[in-house]
């Protein structure tokens, strides 16, 4: 009915990461066009140097729940305050990987820092994927959820993609209509010329149900469609009326049956 009709060129910022959860290596979307970021800088800090995490902000009465590791990645739930018995300066904290929350020692009495802010890292904004190659489309490894925490690996880099060829249609079954995408993934052009497969009845009418067969088709026979292929209400087969090439009969066979079995062989099957 209209098209096709080329959309503009798609610009998408990729990003190469791993997730604070499990450790997921991929590429994620940074942002596409002049879109909202789906991930922007989050405020984390990285654990430095092994040190525990306890169970309350006293380090000597709280509960170690367990040593965090070199590369840990925290969020802090509250802002860090000085032990002022030990000139510690601790913080509660949100662990990225397994959730644990409890207090932490950013800095030591002699000045070691076991825990730093992190410039490496993102947040999610919102649900997103992570795929298996730069190119989007590449294979998706896992979804993302909106607060996930990631470390960005390499800097982000721009995709530039054609935009999709689109078409205005009506289905011919229903009369419906609207736009849809043009490529040979999803339709090909139709053909009104068919091969019946084995068992393939020509009919004397358009229901599968309540027309009689004129004859069986052969295996291999060749047929050519009079019109565009409908859906029988009744059952979903795909029928179409068409003419057997070897002796002229007119009559209705079926394309592809309710269930999905094919038994015109032709473009129109793939579509």
């Keep these: 009915m209209e098209g096709p009709r080329k959309e503009p060129l798609v610009v998408r910022k990729r990003v190469k990461c791993k997730a604070a959860k499990d450790g997921q290596l ?7 066009g002049t879109a909202s970021p789906v991930l922007e800088q989050a405020k984390v ?5 092994p040190i525990a995490i306890t169970t309350s902000f006293d380090i000597v009465e709280g509960q170690p729940i367990r040593k ?5 990645v925290m969020e802090l739930l509250e802002e860090a305050k000085e032990d002022p018995k030990r000139s510690f300066l601790r913080a509660k904290c949100k662990i990225a990987g ?5 207090w932490v020692t950013l800095k030591g009495n002699h000045g070691t820092a076991y825990i730093e802010p992190s410039k490496k890292h993102l947040i999610c904004k919102q649900s997103s994927v992570i795929e298996r190659l730069f190119d989007t489309g590449s294979g998706v490894l896992r979804a993302l959820e909106k607060g996930e925490i990631l470390e960005i690996l390499e800097g982000a880099k721009m995709e530039k993609k054609d935009g999709d060829s689109r078409i205005k249609g009506r289905n011919l079954s229903d009369g419906s209509e609207g736009w849809f995408t043009l490529s040979p993934d999803s339709m090909v052009p139709w053909s009104p010329l068919y091969t019946a497969v084995e068992g393939t009845s020509l009919t004397d009418g358009p229901s599968e149900s309540e027309s009689k067969e004129v004859r069986k088709l052969q295996g291999g026979e060749p047929i050519k469609a009079l019109d565009t292929p409908m859906v029988d209400a009744e059952g979903g087969a795909v029928r179409v009326r068409a003419r057997a090439e070897k002796d002229g009969l007119t009559g209705y066979a079926t394309v592809r049956s309710g269930d999905g079995k094919v038994l015109l062989t032709g473009s129109v099957s793939r579509a």
């Design 45 to 49: 800090y990285v654990c430095k140097e």
């Design 68 to 72: 965090l590791v070199v590369g840990e």
């Design 26 to 32: 991929g590429f994620v979307t940074l942002q596409t």
């Design 98 to 102: 397994d959730g644990a929350e409890g």
